[in-house]
């Protein structure tokens, strides 16, 4: 007679166990590990202040057969909220302002600095209102921190082609990080405090 061994385990729940084992092995270590984004922020508003300017030096000087020189730009003010979310400090590096255009082209500035910040204030008293803190360059963000600032950009654009957008993004880079893009999407109505 034959004696049957009943304590050894079948080889199908031997394998099932495995598997159950490895997996919540593997979701406890993504579970501690992971920790999600480092930054979020958001774009709290956004102002546009068009410039349209005819300049005539005479028929001789002036601009293409002697008509006058035709300059338009617009200035963007974003005030923006940038918080980290992460455990370790965050170095926020530079601030880039992308528009896209009517016609999907895409046209970068950087964010005036510290000196050119103030400069577009005297330049033109008319935004003195719209004048708050500027967003800091170059600065550690301590764990949980959060900056609120203005950031100005500068466009050689018509109002029309402001007006007419399809996006604006801020887009916030990090030293030893991914950028932060806040998107802002086309305008809901037309004005220049859009």
Do not use: C
């Amino acid at each position: 007679m034959s004696e049957r061994n009943e304590s050894s385990i079948h080889p199908v729940f031997a394998v099932v166990g495995a598997i159950v084992v490895s997996a919540g092995i593997i979701a406890a270590y993504v579970w501690a590990t992971w920790t999600g984004p480092v930054h979020a922020g958001q774009v709290t508003s956004l102002y546009a202040y068009p410039i349209h300017r005819e300049l005539s030096t005479g028929s001789g000087l002036g601009g293409v057969n002697g008509g006058p020189n035709v300059i338009d730009e617009v200035i963007v003010i974003a005030d923006v909220q940038i918080k980290s979310t992460t455990k370790l400090p965050l170095f926020l590096g530079d601030m880039f302002g992308n528009l896209t255009l009517p016609d999907g082209q895409v046209e970068q500035s950087l964010a005036a600095s510290g000196s050119d910040y103030r400069k577009v204030f005297v330049a033109y008293p008319a935004l003195l209102a719209q004048q708050k803190s500027a967003v800091p360059r170059d600065v550690t963000m301590k764990p949980g921190q959060t900056i609120a600032g203005q950031m100005i950009f500068h466009f050689p654009i018509t109002q029309a082609q402001w007006n007419g957008r399809k996006g604006f993004d801020v887009d916030i880079r990090f030293i030893h990080q991914d950028d932060l893009v806040l998107h802002t999407g086309p305008p809901q109505g037309s004005g220049a405090s859009q």
